[in-house]
């Protein structure tokens, strides 16, 4: 698409102050009166900024979105909105308004201080009117826009958004207003010449939902103030619409956080240097009401000091994040596993906020391509992602380095480029390959593998060419840096990679990219490319097995993790599987029933079980609930997942505070198999996007009934089993335009059934244990990777 913005009479403006690497500054205010000389016909403005915006045409916010117009690589290209205004526009004057907020661009990012892209946040508007009688004019950003200080002092996504609500200016963006003392804009050419300006692509952030206060205490907080702390009751990412009355001129200090402290006083150290706290001083005297507009924050309380004993404060949660539908649904008889879905939900939730984030609190919040990978396949069955990871995928390319390395963060801000690696490292930069595979599996969207595929190829190439030694990926003897290991396993002894060797992940991932490239490269119609990535495929295994086996075919490394990937990628021969397998297995029982994988391993673990023959040990796993587990926080109150096993303990109290969110979504991976397994609808590589969905219930443990739905482009899919000691009723959904298939359990006596579309209703009956089938190989036994 053409930029709507007329690039000789369109110039970027700006105030003519600004803050410093580590100074705020206030929002600038900006404003343009024109005239409409007859009735409208159509009207469409065009806005975007590096920075942020929010449009007003004749005093009414023009549109809802939040944090517009979104984050990429600024450097290459920016996001644009268009909104039909007609209806705003009047005969006679009019005004066009805009605040400008630091956001990504130039607020602060991470642990870097702020200006990562630039100094100061700058506006592009145009605005095409056509009138009834046949002419047209366009009002766009140019000398002749006037700016001055308002109300908010300070705005940023990490710091918080300060306001004084005495320096209010009126209705500024309204006809008739005089503003003669206001101050000539800035204006030029665009700060970044080179960035493309390209429509919004992604989900918009909006306003979801609003939370309720669940509990307010006061407080008392010095001689003549009182403080409020307040539960929402859900760890979420967003902010605060307050309601106070107080006198003029009381400065309140709002601040956010996970969690409280042992006496109960909110506990804010694991922000790290995310200040997470607004500050409201009131006009006084009559109710006032306030949220801010270019800040968000990951909390489930908040505490205000800075009230008098009489005043009046309420607060209400409001939820943030891209805007996506809610496609599936996960129900079983384990209530602590239905907290469980919930939890992996408001993870999701929390996180998905423009691009996929690693966490929403403390002074990080970027878009891990490690964290993203491992959760793609759970979170494209919670909401409608397709649009979401498309967006995130082009960021991807734009992050991509010359080489063809793929960073550890995309979008990647300028400030990390000092880093001493350009690559990511295994299961991290592999989400070049993995992301993309997972959306065209869940979609059937051939598009994100055409628009990405040069991207892979690149990408794998360069594995090959400068990070691996005989096709050991990270192979110590030439590679220093290693990626992140198994992250935050707890087979360390306390090193946060775990204990699993980083070329053992290595070279497990590079197999996957390079067997996942030949059904890419098939889907493609690219033959020659699909042989040639096959036979990569098959020089990685061997490489694998001659280094990472033992003469049995038992993995040397010993971990849960290192059998894990080993299993789920098919790297050990068949005839050794059930061994590794069994060891596995003891290596769990070891454990005391325990998980100890890190990001690396977790998401697999249970399938990997399942898949040969240890359906027993997976549902163990699933279910306990002691440290460590994924029920073991919710057994102390999760209501989201935690970034690390031990977050909290009863004995530790809180982990380290230099890295410890209680809002990851990482561990939330599981939900995968919540859904393919427990309940058992799962999506068929082969014909991707649900034309063929696969109903593979797995019921075991104490779980007697489940149940799980998603919306697909063909309708709603939808199983339900209940089982009891006779048999195991089975309710299926399949939306027309769609085939499925029906796997029985192996407990129970049947065939695979070919199932059309409509409701079907059955009952299958316990097989005796003679009868009993023993379990199906693993479909990664060849080496044919299962997605991942
Ligand atoms: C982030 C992650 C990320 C990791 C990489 C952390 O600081 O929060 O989730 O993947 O670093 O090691």
Request: hydrophobic share 40%; charged share 20%; with cysteine.
């Amino acid at each position: 698409m053409e930029s709507p913005f007329p690039p000789r009479d369109s110039l970027w403006i700006s105030a003519p102050w600004q803050g410093g690497p580590r100074t705020q500054t206030c929002v600038p205010y900006l404003r343009k009166s024109f005239v409409v000389t007859g009735p409208v016909v159509s009207a469409t403005l065009h806005l975007t900024a590096f920075g942020l915006y929010e449009a007003e045409l004749n005093g009414r916010r023009v549109g809802d979105e939040v944090f517009a117009p979104g984050w990429t690589d600024y450097h290459k290209r920016v996001q644009f909105q268009s909104h039909d205004v007609a209806s705003l526009l009047q005969p006679g004057e009019n005004v066009l308004g805009a605040l400008l907020g630091d956001g990504w661009y130039c607020g602060y990012m991470a642990w870097e201080g702020r200006q990562a892209y630039g100094e100061k946040p700058w506006l592009l508007a145009c605005l095409r009117v056509r009138l009834a009688n046949g002419s047209e004019f366009i009002v766009t950003s140019d000398a002749s826009w006037k700016v001055r200080r308002g109300p908010i002092l300070e705005a940023d996504l990490l710091m918080g958004e300060s306001y004084d609500a005495r320096q209010e200016i009126g209705a500024w963006s309204s006809p008739g207003y005089d503003d003669s003392a206001w101050l000539p804009v800035i204006a030029g050419p665009s700060p970044h010449p080179q960035s493309l300006l390209v429509p919004r692509a992604g989900p918009a952030v909006k306003r979801i939902e609003e939370v309720a206060a669940v509990t307010v205490k006061n407080f008392p907080d010095g001689a003549n103030s009182k403080g409020v702390l307040i539960d929402f009751g859900q760890n979420l990412s967003g902010r605060a619409r307050i309601r106070v009355r107080s006198a003029r001129g009381r400065c309140l200090r709002i601040r956010f956080g996970e969690a409280l402290d042992a006496n109960g006083n909110l506990y804010v150290d694991n922000l790290r240097g995310a200040r997470a706290t607004d500050y409201y001083t009131c006009k006084g005297d009559e109710p006032e009401t306030w949220e801010p507009r270019f800040t968000f924050h990951g909390f489930r309380f908040l505490d205000v000091i800075g009230l008098a004993e009489d005043d009046e404060f309420e607060a209400t949660a409001i939820v943030l994040h891209s805007e996506m539908a809610f496609t599936g649904e996960f129900r079983c008889s384990n209530p602590l596993l239905n907290q469980l879905q919930s939890n992996i939900r408001w993870g999701q939730r929390s996180n998905f906020l423009e691009v996929p984030t690693d966490c929403p609190q403390r002074d990080e919040r970027l878009g891990w391509t490690g964290d993203a990978q491992v959760f793609a396949s759970t979170a494209a069955f919670n909401m409608d992602v397709r649009r979401f990871f498309a967006k995130w995928l082009q960021d991807m390319r734009d992050a991509q380095r010359p080489s063809g390395a793929i960073p550890l963060v995309v979008p990647m801000p300028v400030e990390f480029r000092h880093l001493p690696f350009e690559d990511a490292g295994p299961a991290w930069s592999d989400a070049c390959v993995i992301c993309p595979w997972t959306i065209y599996v869940c979609y059937g969207d051939t598009g994100v593998l055409k628009d990405h595929y040069e991207t892979m190829r690149a990408y794998v190439d360069y594995l090959g060419r400068e990070r691996c030694l005989g096709h050991i990926r990270c192979h110590p003897e030439a590679d220093s840096w290693g990626g992140f290991g198994d992250w935050l396993a707890l087979d360390g002894s306390g090193r946060l990679e775990g204990g699993t060797p980083k070329d053992l992940i290595g070279t497990a991932l590079y197999a996957n990219d390079a067997a996942l490239m030949s059904r890419i490269a098939s889907v493609l119609g690219h033959a020659d490319d699909a042989a040639f990535y096959a036979k990569l495929h098959a020089d990685i295994v061997k490489a694998f097995r001659l280094r990472f086996l033992t003469p049995e075919g038992l993995v040397a490394a010993g971990t849960q993790t290192a059998y894990v990937l080993a299993l789920h990628f098919g790297l050990v021969p068949v005839h050794a599987a059930a061994a590794c397998a069994r060891e596995l297995v003891r290596l769990i029982e070891r454990n005391g029933n325990h998980i100890a994988t890190g990001f690396v391993g977790t998401p697999y673990i249970l399938d990997v079980l399942a898949r040969h023959g240890h359906l027993d040990v997976a549902y163990k796993l699933l279910e306990q609930e002691t440290f460590p587990s994924w029920i073991f926080p919710i057994k102390n109150g999760a209501t989201t997942i935690w970034e690390r096993w031990n977050g909290w303990t009863p004995e530790g109290g809180f982990q380290d505070k230099s890295m410890n969110s209680f809002n990851h979504y990482a561990y939330g991976a599981v939900g995968a198999w919540m859904y393919e397994s427990v309940a058992g609808l799962a999506p068929d590589p082969a014909q991707p996007g649900y034309r063929h969905v696969v109903f593979r219930p797995r019921p075991g443990g104490g779980i007697t009934w489940a149940e799980a739905s998603l919306e697909t482009a063909h309708g709603l899919v939808a199983i339900r089993w209940d089982r009891d000691a006779n048999g195991l009723r089975v309710r299926l959904t399949v939306p027309s335009g769609a085939r499925a298939t029906f796997h029985p359990p192996e407990d129970y006596a049947g065939e695979p059934r070919t199932v059309a579309a409509g409701s079907h209703e059955f009952t299958l009956h316990r097989r005796s244990r003679a009868s009993s089938q023993p379990a199906p190989a693993a479909a990664g036994d060849e080496g044919c990777p299962v997605v991942a």
